[in-house]
């Protein structure tokens, strides 16, 4: 019992706690990249011109195609033979933002969609430019349409983080893999990992939730899933 | 004479293979209030929205002020909008902001005005229209009569020289309709020029300065209140204006 605790203590809590911390790092920065790029390409996938809309979709059909590890390893692994190297904890956040981003741009599209046309005519008819309008008036809208399922990509997000060790990006899940099968207490440590990863979760779903109130609106009320 | 603030000439629109406007033209002096009738598919929302280009004509010139509207550029277009209101059947209010942000943010995105100069200036549109006590209201909490005043107060904000309504009282409920109309004869009274899309045929001919008949892309016949419901010479136009007095009640 002492043993185990002292295990713990010296081995375990280190570890765990850098690895905790590595994850917000590649968290923090990917969640809100994600969401900048998935503004920007929902945008332009409804107000693009003909070759914009049709690229941007094309960026969407790629990053949510294939799968998140061989981006990753493309990222890390395959770059270097065209001479770009990026590091672990680079390459980790490049790929989250831009899948993240592709499936973000999805429900601001959806949102963006769901604005009624008259406002935009009316937008129009007091002199407002296609760009003005699009930022004061449409975003606002769609951005708060978008917000839950936004959330739960970001919540995603926060889970498939943990590929990044598979690219020497060692965070909690990696931490987690080296301590493991140094001590072979696989159960323990892998419970202690994934009450980590749900605590993180569920502070984002508290945050989010805020942010929600925050930005609620008479007229833009949605259910609480 | 005194030349005209809006002069429109020959305007058409087609869409595919149908001619929904055939050929409109429409001097608007100061203080003109223009009334459009005309059944359903005449073009009369068409013909609005040509005139401050949510539409593009297809052929046809547009004069404000004895100056014409080059619509390609989009500066002279953005500029010449801002000059021209424009009211719509369902209102068309921003979801996301206030009675009082609606009417400010054209002046601050637009005009590039301060908030709190906008700010006062929209207040006072708000009381203009007797909506003050709901400046703080976001539109789902309005009725649409009061809907549809943020939308009068918001384009009287940006000082349009001539208000395009299409119309305005269509969609609101009977007992609403009164409130919209007296906020509409006010601004004739005070001299603000417009053409106005509506069936209300008894609010028309109290105010108009003139009624034009539209069917299928042309204004079939123009003139005076009584000219147009009492001596039409057309007789399509005589018919629409019997069956509209019919469903409309008594013009007053
Ligand atoms: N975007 C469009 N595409 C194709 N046809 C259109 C479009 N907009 C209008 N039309 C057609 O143009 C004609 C004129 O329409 P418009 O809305 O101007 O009539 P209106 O006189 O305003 O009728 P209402 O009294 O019903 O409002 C109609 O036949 C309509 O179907
Ligand atoms: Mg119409």
Known sequence: ?225 | MTAPILRIENISKRYGKKDVLKGASLDVKKGDLKILIGPSGAGKSTLLQCINFLVKPDEGRIWLDEQEVHYANKRDLYAYRQKVGMIFQDFNLFDHLTALENVRIGMVRVKGMGKAEAGERAVLELERVGLKEHMQKYPAQLSGGQKQRVSIARALAMDPRVMLLDEPTSALDPELIGEVHAVIRDLGNNGMTMIMATHQIGFASSLASEILFMEDGRILERGTPDKIFNHAENARTQEFCSKITELYGERG
């Not at chain 1, 945008?43 to 979709?57: D, E, T």
């Not at chain 1, 498939?160 to 899940?173: D, G, V």
């Not at chain 1, 980590?196 to 609106?217: F, K």
């Open chain 1, 1 to 225: 019992m002492t043993e185990g605790w002292l295990y713990i203590q010296t081995e375990v809590y280190p570890a765990l706690l850098k690895g905790f911390w590595v994850s917000l790092q590649l968290i923090a920065p990917s969640a809100l990249l994600g969401l900048a790029i998935g503004i920007m390409v929902g945008v332009l996938r409804i107000y693009g011109n003909r070759p914009v809309m049709a690229a941007a979709n094309t960026f969407v059909a790629i990053f949510r195609g294939i799968p998140l590890v061989v981006q990753l390893f493309i990222w890390y692994f395959g770059l270097p033979h065209i001479g770009i190297y990026l590091s672990p904890f680079f390459a980790s956040v490049l790929g989250f933002s831009l899948c993240s981003g592709a499936y973000h741009s999805e429900y601001i599209r959806g949102a963006l969609l769901s604005i009624k046309r008259g406002q935009m005519l009316a937008a129009q008819s007091l002199g407002f430019s296609k760009i003005r309008m699009i930022f004061s008036i449409i975003l606002p809208q769609a951005i708060r349409r978008a917000l839950p399922g936004c959330g739960n990509e970001i919540i995603y997000l926060i889970k498939y983080s943990s590929l990044a060790y598979m690219i020497t990006c060692i965070e909690l899940t990696g931490q987690g893999k080296i301590l493991a099968s140094n001590s072979f207490k696989y159960t323990e440590v892998f419970l202690m990992i994934g009450a980590c990863y749900l605590v993180m979760t569920s502070v984002a779903s508290i945050i989010l939730g805020r942010v929600e109130d925050r930005l609620r609106i008479p007229g833009f009320e949605h259910r609480r899933t």
